[in-house]
């Protein structure tokens, strides 16, 4: 069967078992009027696909439509704005899309095959940098054949493709409001999801209601959704717990999903949905910097940095050690950098340093930001700073900013050593090591590294087996691990806060970890 190991890397993100309450599994309402509120503290940095590879895709699952998606409980990409997607040859170099009859934008244009050709175009052409156009790095052309066929003729095999499709970046867009060669940055979106966006204040709340001419396999279980943007999680805990908002994603830090767990009796009967997570967070450092571009120096902090210090002090049990960018529950996971370093030791640190004529300490500056994976990002860095500084060979300055701010520095090459986080585009182990090579690396610095790009991701893209990648992946972790360009540090779990009234929570993330707001609803018994 097609992509047998990443169907079932795709089954584990998608088991999700509810730890507290029991209400969350009962059936939906069979009212019609349903008004569901919910809070997140990552807030879109665009309402553009061409330029989203980050949680602004939570957002534009529900307003947008690709051609294949992940309906709940699917380990695999299936259509969605299309009847029937398939490859066309064995090679795995032309894939084919019949779209469905009477497909319509929510201003009324009709969706052919020209509008899916142009939307994956305009990704191409604009290029943000950063931005998705990464993905398609197989991609020759698009060819459309009448007007509901469309066929994508790729550059190399790549066997990955349908789950590249299945991103919200490859949203299809109306030629008529979204320009060819630029973002749209009027605020406002148009598109064929679930629901529509009646209205959009950035870093505030999006309002979402039912789309009357959606299309597609979501089975909406409520009317609207109202999305609350939160700069930090104790103010979105807080309305939760007052009744403000209905359901809460992306943000709770430990102690508010321990504290919500432990104490039932004092959380008005709010429950706690885990699911498990492939989220990851990582450390980058940028080449061009004249400290983190030594090799010694990079080593050197790799030889420091305590996992499980900084899982037990700040993520308390939510979270796990990572030692591979290919998270557990990927195919082809590793744990090369443990390999390769053992535990901390601060003498190996130092004889690093030392053969390669570094004696004085290592000053360095780590940027995070303040606003994209939760309130314990500056408790982290806390912890990060106080271990190098503890060995006596680094002196750390933290800066922080804002998401856009953030990633607009990160492209330009501003920051030495940064914070990153990675939720999963497709759950495969390619798209834990290709978007962080090549020079339109996602992280904004170009990681050149021929043997990955040009030989192992080549190679193992032509299997359509994906549980006989793992030698690929395996070697391209190698080469992470020496250039240490690249430093895994934990690998989370997601949590779904709802009310006891709230039903589908455990239906909501799809193998994206993307949150489906179809999925929830308000119960009306008991």
Known sequence: MFYRASLQAAAALASLSVLAGCGLLSDSSSETDQHISVGTTSSPSTLDPAAAWDGSWELMRNVFQTLVSFPTGSTSPEPDAAEECRFTDATSMAYRCTLRSGLKFSNGEGI??????????????????GGPAGLLGSLDRVETKGDKTVVFHLAKADATFPFILATPAMSIVPPSEYPADSIRDDGKVTGSGPYVLDSYEPGSKAELTKNPGYKGFADRKNDAVTIRYFDDSAPMVAALKDKKIDATYRGLTAEE????????????????????????????????????????????????????????KVYQGTAEPLYSMVPKGIAGHTTSFFDSFGDPDTAKAEQILAKAGITEPVELTFWYTTDRYGSSTAPEFAELKRQLEASGLFRITLKSAPWKSFQQGFNEGDYPVFGRGWFPDFPDPDNFIAPFVGKDSVTGTPYLTDE?????????????DRGAVSQQFRRAQEILVKDVRLLPLWQGKLYVAAGEDIGGGERALDPQTVMQMWELYRKTSW
């Open 112 to 129: 052919d095959a020209e509008a899916v050709k142009y939307s994956i175009d305009r990704i191409m052409k604009i290029k943000v940098k």
């Open 452 to 464: 990955i790009t040009d030989e192992l991701l080549p190679s193992s893209r032509k299997e359509s």
């Open 257 to 312: 999903v321990i504290g919500l767990e432990d104490n039932k009796d004092d959380n008005n009967g709010l429950q706690i949905v885990e699911t498990v997570g492939a989220d990851i967070r990582f450390l980058v450092f940028n080449p061009q910097d004249p400290a983190s571009g030594k090799l010694a120096v990079r080593r050197a902090i790799a030889q420091v940095v305590d996992r499980d210090a900084l899982v037990a």
